[in-house]
């Protein structure tokens, strides 16, 4: 039965982490407009989480952790408005590296993946009450 429980555990630290994916995703849909306001600003760079494993000795499992929150490198794009507070001297204001067809794309991963540890919690928890039947 420890297995069971440890194993929620697990799933527990995978939706933690898919969790905290999802809002970051947020955060980059909802900046993905976001332009400077003056030629000497940046646009809004797209955030990015990465995993590890972790062991837990006191519970003996490896659980899931977020390695490192960190920024995506591609290049920005550019659009021409010379009319724009943000226009560099040639007339183009820098656009964020957000691409929304990529973060539908993390989103729906990201969901799939809590769903999945869900299931698995679930899953431990009928088999673990299951258990305690046989056992009265």
Not at 10 to 17: E, L, Q
Not at 58 to 70: D, M, S
Not at 80 to 101: E, K, S, W
Not at 117 to 134: C, D, G, S, V
């Amino acid at each position: 039965m420890m297995e069971l429980i440890k194993s929620m555990f697990v799933s527990a630290s995978g939706m933690r982490v898919q969790g905290e994916r999802s809002r970051m995703i947020a955060e980059n849909v909802a900046n993905a407009s976001s332009v400077p306001q003056t030629p000497d600003q940046q646009p809004y760079r797209r955030k990015i989480i990465t995993f590890k494993g972790e062991l837990d000795r006191e519970l003996g499992a490896k659980l899931v952790t977020i390695n490192k929150r960190t920024f995506d490198r591609s290049p920005f794009g550019a659009r021409y408005d010379p009319g724009h507070p943000g226009a560099n001297a040639d007339g183009y204001i820098a656009l964020p590296n957000v691409n929304g067809l990529i973060e539908a794309i993390d989103m729906k991963e990201a969901q799939r993946t809590y769903e999945a540890n869900l299931n698995m919690i679930e899953t431990a928890q009928a088999m673990i009450n299951r258990t305690i039947e046989l056992i009265r």
